[in-house]
């Protein structure tokens, strides 16, 4: 199975303030990843594909990129809404993976 | 818009068979640009993809569960089912189900999630 390491597992940060959460995969998987945020007691919910397309509805401070095996989700201006675990997703071959998540918390 | 629900047993003791089955409404279970997988996520393993059928009833399923895994679907009924034999404590988790979009590859639509608890 290809592991998906997701760093850091939690960090804090501020209304406003430019959040990056890096995910690396195991062996390449091209562009084949999606980054999910999980709000407690809620299912996750798609937030990029192919690892930048922003799933529809998605606020544009929201952007992911990378290929191969590094990738980053960014949040440009972290808003209120956005104090949540993000969980990125290998779509390359099965079984799917996941990372064990970045919590995000309020500074 | 589609919405997914999950129902069975919260309680299975262990070495039994955990069953669920999940009812799509909003949208037709035969559409061919969906898999209907399960998902489940504990503390422990996090999140783990289990396995999706398709409307044609071929299946793919995670190689670490695939010998005690059954997923099923029932297009008449608009369901699809999990079935998992032999269960232990390790197989306790939120178990959901998921409207897999084959295109983009994406979890698109989720159930609100059902706990299920191994114990005696």
């Known amino acids: 199975d290809i592991q998906m390491t997701q760093s850091p597992s939690s960090l804090s940060a501020s209304v406003g303030d430019r959040v990056t959460i890096t995910c690396r995969a195991s062996?390449?998987?091209?562009?084949?990843l999606g980054w999910y945020q999980q709000k407690p007691g809620k299912a996750p919910k798609c937030l990029i594909y192919g690892a930048s397309s922003l799933q529809n509805g998605v606020p544009s401070r929201f952007s992911g990129s990378g290929s191969g095996t590094e990738f980053t989700l960014t949040i440009s201006s972290l808003q209120p809404e956005d104090f949540a675990t993000y969980y990125c997703l290998q779509h390359n071959i099965y079984p799917r993976t996941f990372g064990r998540g970045t919590k995000v918390e309020i500074k | 818009q589609v919405q997914l629900q999950e129902s069975g047993p919260g309680l299975v003791k262990p070495s039994q068979t955990l069953s669920l089955t999940c009812t799509v409404s909003?949208?037709?279970?035969?559409?061919?640009?969906?898999?209907w997988s399960w998902i489940r996520q504990s503390a422990g393993k996090g999140l783990e993809w289990i396995g999706h059928v398709h409307s044609s009833g071929s299946t793919n399923y995670n190689p670490s569960l695939k010998s005690r895994l059954t997923i099923s679907v029932d297009t008449s009924k608009n369901q699809f089912s999990l079935k998992l034999t032999s269960v232990t404590a390790a197989d306790t988790a939120v178990y959901y189900c998921?409207?897999?979009?084959?295109?983009?590859?994406?979890?698109?639509?989720w159930g609100q999630g059902t706990l299920v608890t191994v114990s005696s």
């Open positions: 909003g949208g037709s279970i035969s559409s061919t640009s969906y898999y």
């Open positions: 998921v409207g897999d979009f084959r295109i983009t590859r994406t979890f698109d639509y």
């Open positions: 062996q390449g998987i091209r562009n084949d």
